[in-house]
C-alpha cells in the first residue's frame, strides 16, 4: 500500500511539474479538448461511432429486389436490328481497332512459300547457283554460344557481332579473306541455316569468301538495299520443302521460274514469229516477188505472140487511162478559141 501510494504521489508531482513546464496556451488547449470530449459523451456521439465501426466489420449483405418495388426496371434486351449507319460509309469495311498481331510478309501456301515483292526483280544467274555452299558436316542448331537453359550467352566485351542476326554474343564466327570486316562474321547457326556451310570448315579455309563479298548474302540489310523485301524467319518453311538452307531456296527457285519462262516463249511460234524484225519479213517478201516475176520471164520470152497481145493490152490500158487527160486539154483549148 505504502508502495501504491508512492507512486501515485510520484506521478501526480510529475503532472504538476509537466503542466509547470507547459505554457498557457497549451494548457488552454487541453482544458478544450476535455470540454469537447464530455460535450460529444453527452450527445452519444462516442456510442454511434462505435456501432458504425462494427457494422463495417460485417460483409455486407446481398441486395435482393422484391416483386413489389415498382421503381426497378427491367434491362432492355439489345436490338436485333443491324446498327445504324451514314450512307456515305454503307459499303466501306468497318475499322477494326482490336489488336490482333500482323500476318508475315510470308507463309506457306500450296507448298510453295510466297515472299512479299520488292521494288526491283530479284534475279539470280548460273554463278550465283555455283557460289552456294553444300556442306555434308552435320551442325546442332542452338548449341553454339547457348547456355545451359538454351538462351544464348549475350557478352558485350568477349562477345562478336553476326551480320545476319546481329547479336553480341559468344560462339564461334566467321573470318573472311577478301574484306576483313564485321560484314564477314556470321555465326554458326546463321551460317548453317541461311546458306548451308559449316562455321568450322569455313575457319579451315583460309580462302573462304563471305556471302556478302560472293553477292548472295539474303540478310534483311543486303536485301533492302537491291530493293527486295526482306525473307523472315524462313528455315522450318525451306527444310520442309526439302531444300538445304535460305540461300538455296531463293536462288533455285528464281532461277527455275525464270527456266520455265524461257522455255514457254521457245515453245510458242506465235511468239517466235512476233520477236523477228519487221525487215526480215521485207526481206523475205521481197524475195518472193523477184521469184515470182523470175518464174513469169520465161513464160512470155515462149509464148510469143501470146506475150505480144498481153504487151497490146497493157498498152490499150494505160491509153484508156490517158484518154480523160486528152479530154480535159481539148476541152481546155475550145474554151481557149471562145
Known amino acids: 500500500m505504502r508502495s501504491r501510494t508512492a507512486e501515485s504521489d510520484a506521478m501526480a508531482d510529475d503532472a504538476t511539474l509537466h503542466q509547470n513546464k507547459m505554457s498557457e496556451y497549451e494548457l488552454s488547449r487541453e482544458q478544450r479538448i476535455r470540454e469537447n470530449r464530455e460535450r460529444m459523451g453527452k450527445l452519444g456521439i462516442f456510442d454511434l461511432s462505435l456501432t458504425l465501426k462494427l457494422n463495417k466489420s460485417h460483409p455486407p449483405t446481398s441486395r435482393s429486389y422484391s416483386s413489389h418495388n415498382h421503381n426497378h426496371k427491367p434491362k432492355t434486351p439489345p436490338s436485333l436490328n443491324p446498327v445504324r449507319r451514314s450512307s456515305r460509309l454503307q459499303n466501306v469495311t468497318p475499322v477494326s481497332y482490336s489488336e490482333v498481331p500482323l500476318k508475315k510478309a510470308e507463309f506457306k501456301e500450296n507448298g510453295r ?5 520488292g521494288s526491283k526483280p530479284e534475279v539470280y544467274t548460273e554463278e550465283h547457283e555455283k557460289l552456294l555452299g553444300n556442306t555434308q558436316k552435320p551442325w ?56 548451308g556451310e559449316h562455321v568450322l570448315e569455313a575457319l579451315q579455309n583460309p580462302t573462304w569468301l563471305c556471302p556478302v563479298c560472293r553477292g548472295i548474302c539474303n540478310c534483311s540489310l543486303c536485301r533492302q538495299a537491291k530493293g527486295w523485301a526482306p525473307t523472315g524467319p524462313l528455315y522450318k518453311k525451306i527444310s520442309a520443302l526439302g531444300y538445304k538452307s535460305v540461300a538455296h531456296y531463293l536462288i533455285q527457285t528464281r532461277r527455275s521460274e525464270i527456266d520455265v519462262e524461257k522455255n514457254a516463249d521457245a515453245s510458242n511460234p506465235v511468239s517466235a514469229k512476233r520477236s523477228l524484225p519487221f525487215s526480215d519479213v521485207d ?7 523477184d521469184n515470182h516475176l523470175g518464174s513469169l520471164k520465161p513464160l512470155a520470152e515462149t509464148e510469143g505472140d501470146g506475150a505480144e497481145v498481153s504487151a497490146k493490152r497493157l498498152l490499150l490500158f494505160s491509153d484508156e487511162q490517158d484518154q480523160p487527160e486528152k479530154v480535159e486539154c481539148s476541152d481546155t483549148r475550145n474554151l481557149f478559141s471562145l
Open 113 to 117: 512459300v510466297v515472299i512479299e515483292a
Open 140 to 195: 546442332t542448331l542452338f548449341v553454339d554460344g547457348c547456355g545451359k537453359d538454351g538462351k544464348r550467352i549475350y557478352d558485350p566485351v568477349r562477345g562478336k557481332t553476326c551480320h545476319q542476326c546481329r547479336q553480341k554474343t559468344l560462339g564461334y564466327r566467321t573470318r573472311c579473306s577478301q574484306c576483313n570486316l564485321v560484314q564477314g562474321q556470321f555465326c554458326g547457326d546463321c551460317l548453317y541455316m541461311r546458306y
Open 283 to 289: 526481206n523475205k517478201s521481197l524475195e518472193v516477188n
